[in-house]
């Protein structure tokens, strides 16, 4: 059976992956508010670098082949990317709140499918570019630029969502010759490096209460990471994206009971014009593709 055959056993994974990722977000939040942040980092991703290498160590003699990226500058470039807007976006978490970081952050999506037109050479119509714009006007309700509220670091949680959005774009780059196998690899090994000299520059005694929380901050990373990756292994990206928005949901359960955070009557009104304009955005994607496909068989078929 093909592995993209499976939309039922795709979602629930999805599900399962942003789930997975709300919590481990509550649990940096939780630590960084204890711990510096360079520290908390280096750990969640000196235990991925551990466990990426001893992966590629069980290959053998396949070594080799495990880790090789046919673009190796950029897998480095966007391992950076991705260690950097980690670091930012927790930090977020404990100035703003999960709530608040993850309805600006929601507009990463419509960021990534402006920046494939001068990354990835894809073309975006009119009415892609009209949700763009529409989302980043619910951005603008989000963030109040004008009210007493605003805040700078909700800006930085804007360039979080670049960061991310740019990594999303350039690992869509990269898969064209490196594997998702690959590509997890180098962040783990990249990010492992990376973080050491910040994080061992401070280093701080954890509390006996808080080992139990690294750890799960450790696992969930990982296996968040891999139910993503068997999500798309099991599903066309068009049928499971959606559903990564459900993670806003989970947040915001975990946001209200657990931290006591508030649901703002801005950030009410306008992520569901974030979310419409994302998810929009994914549909078109996923129309254009198919067309193109029809029209690639039919070419075929008449030759």
């Keep these: 059976m093909d592995k993209a055959s499976n939309p039922g056993r795709g979602i629930i994974l999805m599900l399962l992956a942003v789930m997975i990722f709300a919590v481990q977000d509550a649990i940096s939040r939780h630590l960084v508010e204890s711990y510096n942040v360079w520290f908390v980092m280096m750990i969640r991703f000196q235990v991925m670098f551990a466990a990426v290498m001893l992966l590629a160590m069980k290959r053998g003699p396949d070594f080799r082949s495990a880790i090789r990226s046919g673009m190796p500058r950029l897998q480095i470039f966007r391992s950076v990317l991705l260690v950097a807007q980690t670091c930012l976006i927790v930090t977020c978490f404990t100035k703003i709140g999960l709530i608040n970081t993850h309805a600006i952050f929601a507009s990463a999506p419509l960021i990534g499918a402006a920046l494939s037109v001068p990354i990835l050479g894809e073309k975006v119509g009119w009415r892609r570019w009209l949700a763009i714009g529409v989302g980043f006007i619910g951005v603008l309700i989000i963030l109040q630029p004008g009210a007493d509220s605003f805040s700078l670091m909700s800006l930085l949680v804007l360039i979080s969502s670049f960061m991310f959005a740019t990594y999303g774009v350039v690992t869509r780059l990269v898969s064209r010759t490196d594997s998702a196998a ?80 508030e649901l703002k009557t801005s950030v009410l009104m306008g992520t569901p014009v974030v979310i419409g304009a994302g998810l929009f955005t994914i549909w078109r994607t996923a129309m254009k593709a198919r067309a193109e496909k029809r029209a690639s068989l039919l070419h075929d078929g008449g030759n």
């Design 182 to 261: 690959v590509s997890l690899f180098w962040v783990g090994f990249v990010g492992g490096i990376v973080m050491t000299p910040p994080g061992l520059a401070n280093i701080e005694p954890i509390a006996l209460a808080d080992w139990p929380w690294m750890a799960v901050l450790c696992v969930t990373g990982m296996l968040a990471h891999w139910l993503m990756i068997m999500a798309f292994e099991a599903a066309e990206p068009s049928v499971i994206q959606p559903f990564a928005y459900t993670q806003l949901v989970f947040v915001s359960f975990i946001g209200v009971i657990v931290f006591n955070e």
